[in-house]
């Protein structure tokens, strides 16, 4: 069954400090992995994509990374700030451009 | 520069009524998906329209319906709620032969 899990399922940091969020997932066939991050009571908003062949991506503090081979992927997140406090959920797309695996999400909240 | 827009933001039905949660989106993407997301769990599709005048069943579609109005708008009805259809339901759209995929911010739908 394809499946997308991430640990933690919550964690707290203070900020300015730096976390990385794991991804692993079982979804074949592989067509890219993205990042999203979802504040309280809002949407989704894409952080990342990352196809086969790209093993790492950055969005300003934000770097993700993929290891294709392991199925794993993480996202870091440099020098924390309140405003990163949210879900982060990894999606892996089987197959085609837009069909969807959802991770449950890592619960970040940065502490002052 | 609205993208998705979903209405209404929050509902309280009772068991056995009927309500349409609405999803309009401003950016001509054919593609237009209704997902709804519980606690612990990654957001699961209900329905899709991969464009105008089509829709297809997702992963979860007992107990809802949809429609697509036109190219901007994709509607998803629950003719009797049941409280299992307690949740957020989002909606989102995207374009075919790419990656971006746009969410509204949300429906929070509780049913007693």
């Known amino acids: 069954k394809n499946q997308v899990e991430q640990s933690p399922q919550s964690l707290i940091i203070l900020e300015g400090k730096n976390c990385t969020l794991q991804?692993?997932?079982?979804?074949?066939?592989?067509?890219?992995l993205r990042w999203y991050k979802q504040d309280t009571g809002r949407g989704p908003v894409s952080l990342t994509i990352?196809?086969?062949?790209?093993n790492t991506k950055s969005n300003g503090r934000y770097t993700a990374t993929l290891d294709a081979d392991t199925k794993q992927s993480s996202l870091h997140i440099t020098a924390s700030q309140l405003s990163d406090s949210a879900s982060y959920i990894c999606v892996v797309s089987e197959g085609g451009y837009n069909k969807l695996i959802f991770g449950a999400g890592t619960r970040l909240a940065v502490h002052p | 520069n609205a993208g998705v827009t979903q209405t209404p933001k929050f509902q309280v039905l009772k068991t056995g009524q009927s309500m349409t949660l609405q999803c309009a989106q401003d950016m001509n993407h054919n593609s237009m998906y209704w997902y709804r997301q519980d606690p612990g769990m990654g957001l699961r599709l209900i329905y899709y329209s991969a464009s105008e005048g089509t829709t297809d069943k997702g992963e979860v579609p007992n107990g809802y319906n949809v429609s697509r109005l036109n190219k901007r708008e994709f509607s998803l009805r629950l003719e009797s709620a049941a409280p299992s259809q307690t949740s957020v339901y989002f909606c989102?759209?995207?374009?075919?032969?790419?990656?971006?995929?746009?969410f509204g911010s949300g429906t929070r739908l509780t049913v007693v």
């Open positions: 990352m196809t086969f062949s790209e």
């Open positions: 989102a759209s995207s374009e075919r032969g790419t990656y971006g995929y746009t």
């Open positions: 991804c692993n997932y079982t979804v074949s066939p592989f067509s890219n």
